[in-house]
T-cell receptor
Framework: AQTVTQSQPEMSVQEAETVTLSCTYD???????LFWYKQPPSRQMILVIR??????QNATENRFSVNFQKAAKSFSLKISDSQLGDTAMYFC????????????FGKGTKLSVKP | DAGVIQSPRHEVTEMGQEVTLRCKPI?????LFWYRQTMMRGLELLIY????????DSGMPEDRFSAKMPNASFSTLKIQPSEPRDSAVYFC?????????????FGEGSWLTVV
């Protein structure tokens, strides 16, 4: 069974600095998708960034980028120039290609951006 | 485009009462998911539909929970009778893999408190 592990329950960063959130996963599949979702205090689940496993290039969305290491089954999220609005829970998630069902979520990392 | 729309956003009800949560998926999406989020268990998939047909309901906790999707633009999750341990945030989500949509998009959630 696939699993997603986020080893950092909580992290903090100073405003304008860079922070990296870790995520590892376990799968025997070769084709899959990885996601980072943000959940602010409002509880809404917001997609931050996604990565297709067949793509070697790391995905980037403005201040958010990932370091995808397929062999190591690692998918970390880097937030550059952190802003107060980045304060939220961040969830790493995995989905098999062809499996239109379940997203497997990690337990989440609570990120606090300090002024 | 409108996102996934859920109602109610918040509901407080007494133990034993029936609760109905509603969801309108993104237009054109043929997959619909119901997730539950609690502190103890994190995010868990309850059930998902494809073209209005339930595909996997193995995550539905017990017979008190039922979900329906009478048409492509509406789904309900019903709890009857409700219990305090059902208190959670319930998310509806949708996607459309056939149209290249590998991302599952979430609604804002329904925050249920059973007292």
């Amino acid at each position: 069974a696939q699993t997603v592990t986020q080893s950092q329950p909580e992290m903090s960063v100073q405003e304008a600095e860079t922070v990296t959130l870790s995520c590892t996963y376990d799968t025997s599949e070769n084709n899959y998708y990885l996601f980072w979702y943000k959940q602010p205090p409002s509880r809404q689940m917001i997609l931050v960034i996604r990565q297709e496993a067949y793509k070697q290039q790391n995905a980037t969305e403005n201040r958010f980028s990932v370091n995808f290491q397929k062999a190591a089954k690692s998918f970390s999220l880097k937030i550059s120039d952190s802003q107060l609005g980045d304060t939220a829970m961040y969830f790493c998630a995995f989905r098999e290609e062809g499996s239109q069902g379940n997203l497997i979520f990690g337990k989440g990392t609570k990120l606090s951006v300090k002024p | 485009d409108a996102g996934v729309i859920q109602s109610p956003r918040h509901e407080v009800t007494e133990m034993g009462q029936e609760v109905t949560l509603r969801c309108k998926p993104i237009s054109g999406h043929d997959y619909l998911f119901w997730y539950r989020q609690t502190m103890m268990r994190g995010l868990e998939l309850l059930i998902y539909f494809n073209n209005n047909v339930p595909i996997d309901d193995s995550g539905m906790p017990e017979d008190r929970f039922s979900a329906k999707m009478p048409n492509a633009s509406f789904s309900t999750l019903k709890i009857q009778p409700s219990e305090p341990r059902d208190s959670a945030v319930y998310f509806c989500a949708s996607n459309s893999p056939a149209h290249g949509g590998n991302t599952i998009y979430f609604g804002e959630g329904s925050w249920l408190t059973v007292v």
